[in-house]
């Protein structure tokens, strides 16, 4: 059995009679938000769709960026990066910072009417002077174009920069509309590699809207509490795949039964 995929599991599944808190976790709404079907199987039922691979080289400029900051953040100064693009803040000091940007952890907020404990691991938090908290978040890329957040696809990016304000904002903090985006784009315009690569880093304003979280989390339990599994997505890839590779192993068992004695197609079209 592949190491990255083991099948249905038996833990973190959402239990209906369960009284107590069920955790969940910001990537985990995007998921719904994709495919409400997909969300339903893995956190319903315990079959969720095969990992990604990790990112290792985003990883690595992650874990720079937090390493940079935090010798700002140390000496209570403004990172060159806010004062070349106006920001007037500096990176907010904390005795928690370090458990809002651990994973499995983060930033929570237990959302009463519904019992679900909603959690985020940020990548940074700075504060203007006026004592108002920016979320920020950082993101690694390598292309030719100019970095911007106007692909469809990042529409999960400016999802999950607002999950984090209101998961801020439900801690009792007051928190800036306007949250960070540190871009950091790989230059694939140099003459040779010599071991190194060189980025360009953007500071990219984003004002976020939190009106559809509270509205996204009701709906979301109701999707847990249901005993019927949503429709498929149109859009989902999984969803897609699940139902052609069904169609497929059905018309296979046909043909199977219908050429009793014969070899398979499958295996005359391996050969």
């Known amino acids: 059995m592949s190491d990255y995929y083991r099948g249905q599991r038996s833990r973190n599944i959402f239990d209906p009679n369960d009284k107590k808190p069920y955790r969940l976790s910001r990537s985990k709404i995007e998921n719904y938000l994709r495919c409400e079907r997909c969300f339903y199987l893995d956190r319903r039922l315990g079959v969720d769709a095969p990992p990604g691979f990790p990112f290792s080289l985003n990883a690595a400029v992650d874990h720079l960026l937090k390493k940079e900051f935090d010798t700002h953040r140390a000496k209570g100064e403004a990172h060159p990066l806010m004062k070349s693009y106006g920001v007037k803040a500096i990176p907010f000091k904390h005795k928690d910072l370090d458990k809002w940007r651990e ?5 929570e907020h237990l959302h009463l009417p519904t019992n ?22 950082y993101k690694a890329t390598s292309k030719d174009e100019e970095v911007t957040l106007d692909a469809e696809w990042q529409k999960g ?8 304000q209101w998961l801020f904002r439900q801690n009792g903090f ?39 979280i509270e ?14 599994i ?21 018309n296979q068992v046909e043909w199977n039964q219908k050429n009793k004695g014969g070899q398979s197609a499958l295996f005359l079209l391996s050969r």
């Open 230 to 250: 949503p429709p498929a997505s149109e859009a989902c890839d999984y969803c897609l795949y699940r139902d052609h590779a069904g169609t497929a192993f059905k």
């Open 116 to 137: 679900l404990l909603i959690t985020g691991a940020v990548d940074d938090v700075w504060q203007l002077e006026n004592g108002d908290l920016i979320v920020v978040d």
């Open 157 to 164: 990016y400016k999802n999950q920069m607002e999950i984090y």
């Open 215 to 228: 509205p996204t989390i009701l709906k979301l339990k109701e999707c847990l509490m249901s005993e019927a």
């Open 103 to 107: 994973n499995f952890v983060g930033v």
């Open 174 to 212: 007051k928190v800036s509309p306007t949250g960070y985006f540190v871009y950091v784009n790989g230059k694939r315009d140099a003459k040779a590699f010599d071991g190194k690569l060189e980025f360009e880093v953007k500071l990219i304003p984003y004002l976020g809207d939190t009106a559809w």
